[in-house]
């Protein structure tokens, strides 16, 4: 019964803390609906309003790349099953 803002404010300092100290390695984050959807809000910078339209394939691994802890490229390995992160 979490919400997707209680989801926010739990992964946010969990990822800056944990996680962001490791983007410049291969790592690997799996996690399940508003987790996920937390941190792509994140990430992607993504509002309030627009929130509700981001579609986030199963099973289509989605690859980050960051320079000096800034996100640069995002890309999911399989291109067929590929989806727009936001869908309008």
């Known amino acids: 019964t979490e919400s997707l803002k209680d989801t926010y404010e739990r992964v946010v300092p969990y990822y800056e803390k944990n996680i962001l100290p490791l983007v410049n390695k291969n790592i690997i984050i799996a996690a399940h609906g508003n ?9 992607f910078k993504i509002d309030n309003s627009q929130i509700s339209r981001l ?30 992160l936001l869908v309008f």
Do not use: H, M, W
């Not at 579609?55 to 999911?76: D, H, R, S």
């Open 55 to 84: 579609e986030i394939p199963t099973g289509n691994p989605l690859t980050l790349n960051f320079q000096n802890e800034k996100l640069v490229n995002a890309k999911y390995l399989d291109k067929e099953r590929a989806k727009n």
């Open 35 to 43: 987790s996920i959807r937390s941190l792509c809000k994140y990430l």
